[in-house]
């Protein structure tokens, strides 16, 4: 088991850029795949980023590709999302996600830990 709470969400303007925090709890977190999702108003929840245990491999959905980037650091029982030249279509409640598997993987039924969510505002 392990628990999960994210942070770093705020308001920011549209180009500017925020970083989220993921913070896991107990000592197996270098067993996990994270991922980070995100749920705008009204929309279903898509996949953002996911990186393996390692961190050495990397996914992005398109829409985020070149603009966000995934990291962890498994001694801090950490994985964060920076998050750059940020768009109004952005704004969602940003969650962390983590799943005992071997690969990468986008979608959400695979991971079965999850924060609680924080929301990022981006405004125009």
């Known amino acids: 088991q392990v628990q999960l709470e994210e942070s770093g969400g705020g308001l920011v303007q549209a180009g500017g850029s925020l970083r989220l925090s993921c913070a896991a709890s107990?000592?197996?977190?270098?067993?996990?795949?994270m991922a980070w999702f995100r749920q705008a108003p009204g929309k279903e929840r898509e996949f953002v980023a996911a990186?393996?245990?390692?961190?050495?491999?990397?996914a992005y959905a398109d829409s985020v590709k070149g603009r966000f980037t995934i990291s962890r650091d498994n001694a801090k029982n950490t994985v964060y999302l920076q998050m750059n030249s940020l768009k109004p279509e952005d704004t969602a409640v940003y969650y962390c996600?983590?799943?005992?598997?071997?690969?990468?993987?986008?979608?959400?039924?695979?991971?079965?830990?999850w924060g609680q969510g924080t929301q990022v505002t981006v405004s125009s």
């Open positions: 996600a983590a799943a005992l598997i071997g690969t990468l993987s986008t979608r959400e039924y695979r991971y079965g830990y």
């Open positions: 107990g000592r197996a977190f270098s067993s996990y795949v």
């Open positions: 990186i393996n245990r390692s961190g050495g491999s990397t």
